[in-house]
């Protein structure tokens, strides 16, 4: 692993986290993650941000550092902009190699640092727009709150224009040999596009107000470099970034994409009879459409669909009295993700009684959705019930392009 220089004195030192592990023990990481860290030296060398024991990283983040004649015992300060153990995991092994390292965070991160790891020396609280003088580099320091746990900041050299904003402007996806957006071809792009938008979805999604005053609290930086912990480092385009987090942000009060997400769950094909009526329906329109089933599919998936969405649409047998099991997991991470402001059809067959839609009723009650009337049917769907479905599909589709 080597490191790679973004401008003057700043470089990126980063592992590329391969494993079948979880993020955050919850998300599916097929194709991996970065944990990026950087490297600004001056007089003084500063660290900004650090890594957990995963997949090898402490090993790739000193290799990386040994290939410029540094290491872990020559950080001067350790910058932590976010205290996620994903950041912060290796901190007690940090000490025990540099005992001598500041350790900067806001007041929030610092009283983690204390409870999360129990270290008590050495440790600096920073304040908004504090700077921290490296002797030819500086650092400034900027709050940005809820992006996406209370204690995180942004760190700012303006020296070479480079913002280290940690979670914020993330992506799930691990980097190989490369690490600078000049560097990928259009569909590598489509990869982590899609990637940062899952990763948005399932990590960010909740805080999009935080996101958005965040941005607004950067805007008159000017910022030649975006340098995130999760993802690819924005030297050439990083204004693209930016753009992406605060459309993504804005799905959260509206307007999201005039596209329809379907997501459906069947036990013996009943309810999949009518969801594929119903997707005819949305097509003959000429309206986009995302199809997800569960619980084959992870939902992080379908929740990154759904987020970007005007409208959706979810299908579920009845299973004993309630909703299809699988289908009340996704609503509950709708929930706590929120998922608002969507425009809804819920549909579905049951068995020898319904039930389904008491529950779901209930689960949705804080999501603002205007939904359509739902339909359900008991076991397979007639003929004519499908023709109703489908011609409902194509209503839904029809709002959504109005």
Not at 88 to 102: D, S, V
Not at 243 to 264: C, L, M, N, Q
Request: negative net charge.
């Amino acid at each position: 692993m080597k490191a790679h220089k973004i401008a003057g004195s700043v470089v990126c030192v980063y592992a590329n986290v391969e494993s079948t592990d979880l993020f955050e023990g919850i998300w599916p990481i097929p194709r991996g993650v970065s944990l990026n860290c950087y490297l600004v030296q001056g007089k003084k060398t500063a660290l900004i941000d650090l890594i957990r024991d995963w997949s090898e990283a402490p090993k790739q983040v000193e290799s990386a550092l040994a290939s410029i004649g540094s290491g872990f015992d020559k950080i001067d300060y350790l910058v932590l902009n976010h205290l996620e153990p994903d950041h912060t995991g290796w901190l007690r092994e940090f000490r025990k190699i540099n005992p001598h390292a500041e350790i900067l965070a806001t007041a929030k991160g610092i009283n983690l640092v204390k409870t999360f790891y129990k270290e008590e020396q050495g440790l600096r609280a920073v304040k908004d727009g504090e700077k921290l003088d490296l002797g030819g580099p500086e650092l400034v320091f900027f709050e940005t709150p809820n992006i996406h746990w209370p204690e995180t900041m942004m760190t700012w050299e303006p020296q070479s224009g480079t913002l280290f904003s940690c979670d914020g402007f993330g992506s799930f996806g691990s980097l190989g040999s490369r690490v600078f957006d000049d560097e990928f071809n259009p569909e590598e792009h489509a990869f982590y596009e899609a990637e940062g938008l899952r990763y948005y979805a399932s990590i960010i999604s909740s805080f999009s107000s935080f996101v958005s005053r965040g941005i607004d609290k950067i805007a008159s930086l000017d910022i030649k470099c975006v340098a995130p912990s999760h993802g690819i480092v924005w030297r050439e385009k990083p204004q693209t970034i930016i753009d992406r987090y605060r459309r993504y942000a804005g799905y959260s009060t509206g307007p999201a994409e005039k596209e329809i997400t379907v997501i459906w769950g069947s036990m013996y094909g009943n309810t999949w009879q009518g969801v594929d009526a119903v997707i005819r329906g949305i097509k003959a329109e000429g309206v986009p459409c995302h199809v997800h089933r569960i619980p084959d599919e992870d939902p992080s998936y379908s929740l990154a669909d759904a987020f970007r969405s005007s409208a959706l649409v979810l299908a579920m047998p009845t299973y004993e009295y309630a909703m299809f099991p699988p289908m009340a997991y996704v609503l509950d991470i709708f929930r706590r993700k929120h998922i608002f402001g969507k425009t809804v059809f819920r549909i579905g067959s049951w068995g020898w009684a319904g039930g389904a839609k008491r529950e779901y009723e209930a689960a949705i009650e804080t999501l603002k959705w205007e939904s359509v009337p739902s339909m359900e049917w008991a076991g397979a769907p007639t003929g004519q019930e499908l023709a109703v479905l489908e011609e409902r599909g194509r209503e839904l589709a029809r709002i959504v392009k109005a």
